[in-house]
C-alpha cells in the first residue's frame, strides 16, 4: 500500500471516529425525545408539557416525554425562505390569564413583516387549544423579501413590558432610520402598544423603539440581575452578544466585526465610533439560533451563563456572564443545526434541530452525564 494511500485512509478512519469520540467527551447525555417538522421554539407549561412551533405554521402541544402530540393552532404565515412561525412565550400570568405570545412573519399588500400575536390556552384537558388569537402589533415599514424578521419575545421581570425583536430584514439602512422599527429591539406593553417612557422617541423615533443598529436578532433573555441579553447574526463573520441598554445603536450597518458576503469591508467596532460594541462576537460565523440564560440546578457550573444554538456551526455554545461582561465559554459539536435552546423545569437543557432544508428536526434532551 502506497503511503499517500495508506494516509487518505487513515484519515478517513480518524473522520468516521470522531464524532464517536466527541459524544464521549461531552460533559452532558442527549436523550433524542421527539422528531418534528421544521421546529423554530418551545416553551415549558407549568404541568412539563411543551408548546413547540413549527416553521410552516402549526403550534403543537406535545407530552413532557415526547410520546404523544397535538396540533392547537394553525396560524396564516408566510413561511418562504427564513419566514414562518417563530417564537413561543407564555405570558407572566399564565397561571391566571392562560395567555399565549406568538411571533411569525406575514405577507401584506406592501411586502411582509413580523407578527406579535396573542391567543387563550383553553383549560380543557386533553383537549386545550389556542383559541383567539389577535394580533398585537406588526412592524413597519412592509418591504419585499424573506429574510432576517427575527420575531425574539422576552418579558421583563416584572412582567410590566414585553420586549420583542424586528430585524432589518436583509435591507441594511432601516436599522438606522428613525422611522423604522425593523432592525430594532422593541419595548411594548403587554397588549403590544408602545411602552411609556421608553428612550428614543424624543428624538424622533418611532414611540416603541428601545435599541437600534441590529441586524437579525434571534435570542433575547433577561439574567438574575435584569439585565437584557440579545444575540444576533452578523453578515460574513461578526455574530454578536450584545448586552442591551436602553437608547443604544449598535452599529450595522455601519459597524460590525465581520464583512459583506460580497467582499466589501465594514469598518469595525472601535471605541469612540459611537456605536455600543458587543460583549462578545465570533469570525468566522456560528450562526446563532437561539439562546437562553440558565438558572437550572441540574448544571450548577453553568448557572448564570447564557446558552445560545449554533445553525451553521452545527453547535451548542455557552458564554460566560460575569455582570455586564461577557467570555466566551465551550463549543460543543452537535452535528445538526440547533435553532432553540430552552430550560426544563428540572432543570435540563432541551435543544429543537430546525432540519436545515429537508426539515426533519428533533427534541433533545440534555442530562448531566452519570
Known amino acids: ?71 392547537i393552532a394553525t396560524l396564516p404565515v408566510s413561511a418562504a425562505g427564513q419566514g414562518g412561525l417563530m417564537d413561543v412565550v407564555l405570558a407572566p400570568d399564565f397561571a391566571r390569564s392562560r395567555n399565549v405570545y406568538l411571533s411569525y412573519s406575514a405577507a401584506g399588500q406592501s411586502g411582509k413583516t413580523v407578527v406579535l400575536a396573542r391567543g387563550t390556552l383553553t383549560r380543557a384537558a386533553g383537549a386545550e387549544q389556542l383559541t383567539g388569537i389577535e394580533t398585537l402589533y406588526r412592524a413597519t415599514p ?48 403587554p397588549d403590544g402598544r408602545p411602552a411609556p417612557g421608553n428612550p428614543l422617541a424624543a428624538q424622533g423615533f418611532l414611540p416603541e423603539v428601545w435599541s437600534y443598529g441590529h441586524r437579525n436578532l434571534l435570542g433575547l433573555a433577561f439574567d438574575r440581575a435584569g439585565r437584557l441579553w440579545e444575540q444576533e447574526m452578523g453578515p460574513k463573520g461578526g455574530d454578536e452578544v450584545n448586552l442591551i441598554l436602553p437608547g443604544r445603536n449598535y452599529g ?77 465559554g465551550d463549543q460543543w459539536t452537535m452535528g445538526a443545526r440547533i435553532r432553540e435552546v430552552e430550560q426544563g423545569p428540572d432543570g435540563a437543557i432541551w435543544l429543537l434541530e430546525d432540519g436545515g432544508e429537508k426539515g426533519q428536526g428533533r427534541l433533545l434532551k440534555l442530562t448531566p452525564t452519570t
Open 1 to 71: 500500500m502506497s503511503r499517500r494511500i495508506a494516509t487518505t485512509l487513515a484519515a478517513a478512519l480518524l473522520a468516521y471516529a470522531a464524532p464517536a469520540a466527541a459524544q464521549a467527551a461531552l460533559p452532558f447525555t442527549i436523550t433524542p425525545v421527539a422528531d418534528l417538522d421544521s421546529p423554530w421554539a418551545m416553551t415549558f407549561l407549568p404541568d412539563g408539557r411543551m408548546l413547540v412551533t413549527e416553521k410552516t405554521g402549526q403550534l403543537l402541544l406535545v407530552a413532557a416525554d415526547g410520546a404523544t402530540r397535538r396540533m
Open 142 to 189: 412592509l418591504v419585499e423579501g424573506d429574510g432576517h424578521f427575527s420575531g425574539r419575545i422576552a418579558f421583563s421581570p416584572d412582567g410590566k413590558h414585553l420586549f420583542f425583536t424586528a430585524g432589518e430584514r436583509q435591507k441594511f439602512t432601516p436599522a438606522q432610520d428613525k422611522r423604522a422599527a425593523l432592525g430594532k429591539v422593541l419595548r411594548l406593553t
Open 252 to 328: 450595522w450597518p455601519n459597524a460590525s466585526n465581520g464583512t459583506h458576503y460580497d467582499g466589501r469591508d465594514i469598518p469595525d467596532h472601535r471605541a469612540g465610533d459611537g456605536y455600543e460594541a458587543p460583549k462578545v462576537w465570533w469570525n468566522p460565523s456560528i450562526s446563532p439560533g437561539g439562546m437562553m440564560i440558565y438558572s437550572g440546578a441540574l448544571f450548577p457550573q453553568w448557572r448564570g451563563d447564557a446558552f445560545i444554538g449554533g445553525l451553521s456551526s452545527k453547535s451548542l455554545l455557552r458564554v460566560h456572564l460575569d455582570g455586564t461582561s461577557a467570555r466566551k
